[in-house]
């Protein structure tokens, strides 16, 4: 009684589904709309080896769709001509490399966990004999005309809101499972799946959402190596915490920090080796560790770990200074007064732009009220 009473004020509705997830409760994905047209879209593009473009969204969401995307075309495809590009700040969608794109040679550009939003790129792409496959969860008024889009949160018979762009990236995997005439080979990244919905902070109060994640971080389905050399880049503070298996608590506190810690404060080379360790893990690269010497190679994930943990701290100690800098400025300006608290950051501070949302999360929690901290764009 104590525990359904507590499980219910977190808004767990159906608390015996929460507590035994199962695949019961996992939603057709043909409820999603579009989702056999993208299918037969990349399929048509697959057996006709058009050269392809993933797009890797700025965040551990994006990474992990993306390296879903990869990884399983790559498995029925080996030969195809398949790349993807990163963003150089933390940047969504199509925007910023738009010109990038537009003067590549690739014949289908797609974009996991992003670009809902971003019609006018798609009609730039189409008419330059371009295609585009949007997979996403992020709300947008309405489907672009010019890509293929799948979205849960457009679709008005996928109820679960709160699956993530790798989520909806997995019921896709599913249904090509089925053209493929694949025995469930979607099943082998539902780890990626799980890791992304806890970082992009999706509810596990949704029984479709809790199962992926219960699921995917059971020790026999968490199956990709870069994953894997984070959970053991992490194996002392993980032994610390309670129970001996990944669940949603180990993700959120020791492992996605990592991960959003490149995505935020990371070079692009950063980046890519980040990417690689997800798709390619056990491929060697010079080793960065003190004292390694020209020619001392380390796994790709091993060394994305370490450099991941790095990050962490170099993200650490730019966000403590940042927030110093606008905490002062909050009192100076007497911010607090205002029911919203409204932060400008100008370019002298040199607070690195990947930081906003992080920094007005500290003081949301710092000070209990919404926190807004904003720059000044072109138009003032």
Known sequence: MCLEELLMSRGVEEVEGYIY?????????????????????????????????????SDADGFCSSAMMYNYIKHFFPEITLDYICHEHKAHGLDDIINQVLESDYDLIICPDASSFDIEEHKLLKENGKTVL??????????????????????EKYYNKGLCGAGVVYKFLTVMDQYLNSNNHSKEYLDLCALANVADCMSPTNLETRYYITEGLKPENIKNEGFKAFIKAQEFSLSKAAGKDMDYMKVAFYIAPLINAITRVGTMDEKHLLFE???????????????????????????????????????????????????????????????????????????PQELTGLLATQFVSKYGRPCMVVRRNEEG
């Open 21 to 57: 997830p199962s695949q019961d409760y996992e939603l057709k994905p043909d409820l999603l709309d579009n989702i056999d047209d993208a299918a037969l879209l990349l399929l048509t593009h697959l057996k006709n080896k058009d050269a392809i473009l993933l797009v890797v969204d």
């Open 134 to 155: 949007v997979i996403d969860h992020h709300d947008a008024p309405e489907y672009s005309p010019y890509a293929t889009v799948v979205n849960n949160q457009l679709s």
């Open 277 to 351: 360790a997800f798709i390619h893990p056990n491929n060697l690269v010079q080793s960065g560790k003190r004292g390694a010497k020209e020619g001392d190679m380390e796994k790709v994930a091993v060394e994305a770990a370490r450099i991941a943990t790095n990050a962490r701290a170099r993200q650490n100690r730019i966000k403590e200074k940042a927030e110093e800098l606008l905490d002062y400025r909050i009192h100076k300006f007497d911010l607090l007064e205002n029911k919203i608290i409204v932060i400008e950051v100008y370019e002298e501070d040199k607070i």
